[in-house]
């Protein structure tokens, strides 16, 4: 029964982008943790009104980042001429 409860165990969302801040240079993290869970990105559950994220959804995220699943075509801005 421990073993089952380590495998699951879930740290509170804000303390996990505190963690992952420096690999998300240049966003909000807590808008952009919920543009993430808008889109089905990051998977998190609701204990007592507050947001966790249980183990296998941070390896379930890492997976699909890894393997490109939230990639897009960078778009470079066109320049104004004056």
């Given at each position: 029964?421990?073993a089952a409860?380590a495998?699951?165990?879930?740290?509170?969302?804000s303390?996990?982008?505190?963690?992952?801040r420096?690999?998300?240079a240049?966003?909000?993290?807590?808008?952009?943790a919920?543009?993430?869970?808008?889109?089905?990105?990051?998977?998190?559950?609701?204990?007592?009104?507050?947001?966790?994220?249980?183990s296998?959804g941070?390896?379930?995220?890492?997976?699909?980042a890894?393997?490109?699943?939230?990639?897009?075509?960078?778009?470079?801005?066109?320049?104004?001429?004056?």
């Open positions: 029964m421990v409860r495998a699951t165990c879930a740290i509170p969302l303390k996990w982008l505190v963690f992952i420096p690999s998300l240049g966003f909000d993290c807590p808008l952009t919920w543009r993430f869970r808008k889109r089905g990105w990051l998977q998190t559950v609701n204990i007592a009104g507050r947001q966790y994220i249980t296998e941070i390896a379930k995220f890492k997976q699909r890894a393997a490109g699943d939230f990639a897009k075509e960078h778009k470079t801005p066109k320049r104004i001429h004056s």
